[in-house]
């Protein structure tokens, strides 16, 4: 049995289906099997030949939408493609060692970061990762059917990975994924939202677990407390299923109450909306009860699209979302890029430490083009529904009068073209940055709605990295110091009659929910199979009782005993919540 990180809770058994395509030393290289090599010659040259097509169709795109500048970068990745000693490199460890595409790729890649490691150069050492881009791109391509002729089929799989991003969970779209589990992440990476949102058991933190399995492997994957068990006996198997029965049944239970209305039993309404990043997140947003779409993350469209999507193609898009919505309500955040989500045309900038860094509204600011082409496409498939905008990673009021003057500029475009739009939009600021909660009464100036997103919020009052083993145990959403900066915000929102929500996954946590509720909190957005928990919790606690709860938490000192002050009050109000939660 292995130990890691509960990222999505449940139960399952399944077979295990590893994937890996990071560009990383101390690789343990795949090799083929006997007469392999043929197929996977031309496998490789079948990605190829789409990841040209890519970068053809990207230049144009780049070209017209951010600029000639930025265009360049695609066209020196062009180039690296149609170097033939990289492909030569690339073919030679297929014929002469046997190994797969895959590991070829990393193998000519790591031959490249030792040359470039010994150039003098910083500018032409920089260049290194045009290469690192090009050879991702290629095993992109690549990503499901690097499974030595593992047979998918229809059955529950376990995707075992170092990390699912963005753009590989679309490869994963086509298959039964019935778990996950990853060498690194934590409860906020691609992988747990990924998991959450489509209610599948998710583990991660097990270092060198794509090293111990093989695709094909009996893996259970327990996403209540972090267990995964390869390969157990019938004992287990038995223990195990009639444990996913049960866990199952108790969901399906929750779900069957998904129409009953989210009032707590001293009368208070709450509304339980979804986070969502898709048109498939959207419907499931519906089937699980919430009552609107709180989060719709933009920048998924944009990380998993092969170009840049034009506006046309994000009217689209957004339309479908807001009409598959519940009540077709949705609050739509322009892109949250940056940190750990890049897209190669924005440019490298090699910053020390990018969430503190260019990001966010930051990035969107400095592509002025990009970035109205976005608010235009918001603005017009606003007309199918209720439809409010939301900006990430607001830092200082001055930077909510400079947004409102890009919708303004927006706006007068489309009436200038005689294209319909909404005229009334409602504009918001997410709440992440410790410097906009400070000064929250004058933010509140200038927006209609505000969102706390707890997931970076957390992460910078504490100044510590989610997804840094050596510090993430003070990344708590549960700290003190956090309770305390959303009091703050929470209080001024009261005061200035303005909604505020919690739309980070602090909010789909039983606890966090418990706390958030006593402190004046009514509007909770969250992974979409988190919300029948959520309001069985809230349709159990009457809102004085859930005061007095937050209360004496904010008069303790450590994150432990307000963990444990929460936990015996949850599991007095709603035990059976217990076997639903990843939070310890």
């Known amino acids: 049995m292995r130990k890691g990180l509960a990222v999505s809770p449940g139960i399952v058994v399944g077979r295990a289906l590893v994937v890996d395509c990071a560009l990383r030393d101390g690789l343990e290289s795949t090799r083929l099997g006997t007469g392999q090599t043929t197929a996977e010659l031309e496998r490789l040259q079948r990605a190829i030949a789409s990841t040209a097509s890519d970068l053809a169709a990207l230049v144009t795109k780049v070209e017209t939408q951010v600029g000639v500048r930025a265009a360049d970068i695609f066209r020196s990745h062009q180039l690296i493609l149609a170097d033939e000693s990289l492909t030569k490199k690339v073919k030679d460890q297929i014929v002469q060692h046997g190994l797969t595409a895959t590991s070829a790729l990393n193998v000519a890649f790591q031959d490249y970061k030792t040359i470039f490691e010994q150039i003098e150069d910083e500018y032409l050492r920089h260049r290194l990762a045009d290469v690192r881009d090009v050879i991702a791109r290629i095993q992109s391509q690549l990503v499901v059917s ?3 002729g593992f047979d998918v089929g229809m059955d529950p799989l376990v995707v075992v990975a170092r990390e699912i991003l963005p753009s590989q969970a679309v490869s994963l779209g086509d298959i039964n994924v019935a778990g996950i589990v990853t060498e690194t992440g934590s409860n906020t990476s691609h992988a747990a939202i990924l998991a959450r949102s489509r209610a599948i058991p998710a583990v991660s933190g097990l270092i060198g677990i794509t090293a111990e399995l093989r695709s094909g492997d009996t893996v259970i994957v327990d996403g209540r407390n972090g267990d995964v068990i390869v390969n157990p006996g019938p004992e287990v198997l038995t223990v195990y299923r009639t444990m996913q029965r049960d866990f199952a049944q108790l969901r399906d239970r929750l779900i069957e109450r998904r129409d009953l209305p989210t009032v707590t039993p001293d009368g208070v309404d709450v509304e339980l909306m979804a986070n969502i990043h898709d048109l498939a997140g959207a419907r499931l947003a519906v089937d699980f009860g919430a009552v609107g779409v709180g989060l719709y993350r933009t920048e998924y469209f944009f990380l998993t699209h092969p170009s840049i999507p034009d506006e046309d193609e994000q009217v689209e898009t957004y339309s479908q979302v807001i009409e598959a919505a519940p009540t077709r309500r949705v609050t739509i955040r322009t892109l949250d890029l940056g940190g750990d989500k890049v897209i190669p045309f924005l440019g490298h900038r090699g910053e020390a430490n990018p969430f503190l ?22 603005l017009r498939s606003a007309c199918c529904g209720r439809v409010r905008l939301l900006f990430p990673m607001v830092t200082t009021p001055d930077e909510i009068q400079r947004v409102r003057r890009f919708v303004r500029r927006s706006q007068a475009e489309l009436r200038r073209r005689g294209v319909p739009f909404s005229e009334d939009i409602e504009i918001g600021a997410m709440i992440e940055v410790p410097a906009a909660a400070i000064c929250i009464d004058k933010l509140l100036e200038s927006v209609d709605f505000v969102s706390i997103g707890s997931n970076d919020l957390v992460q910078y009052i504490t100044a510590a990295d989610r997804d840094n083993p050596k510090v993430a145990h003070l990344c708590d959403p549960l700290s003190l110091a956090v309770l305390r900066v959303i009091t703050i915000v929470v209080d001024a929102c009261s005061v200035a009659n303005k909604p505020v929500a919690v739309c980070g996954e602090m909010a789909g946590q039983p606890r966090a929910c418990l706390a958030l509720l006593g402190l004046g909190v009514r509007q909770f957005s969250m992974s979409p199979a988190l919300i029948p928990t959520i309001k069985e919790l809230v349709r159990s606690t009457p809102v004085a009782e859930a005061q007095k709860c937050a209360q004496y938490a904010l008069t303790l000192t450590t994150s432990r005993q307000i963990r444990g002050h929460l936990t015996r009050h949850l599991h007095r109000l709603c035990p059976k919540l217990e076997m639903l939660d990843t939070t310890q």
């Open 357 to 378: 860094g260019w990001r966010s509204l930051r990035i969107s600011f400095e592509h002025p083009e990009l970035f109205q082409t976005q608010i235009r496409g918001i």
């Open 146 to 148: 690097a499974n030595n």
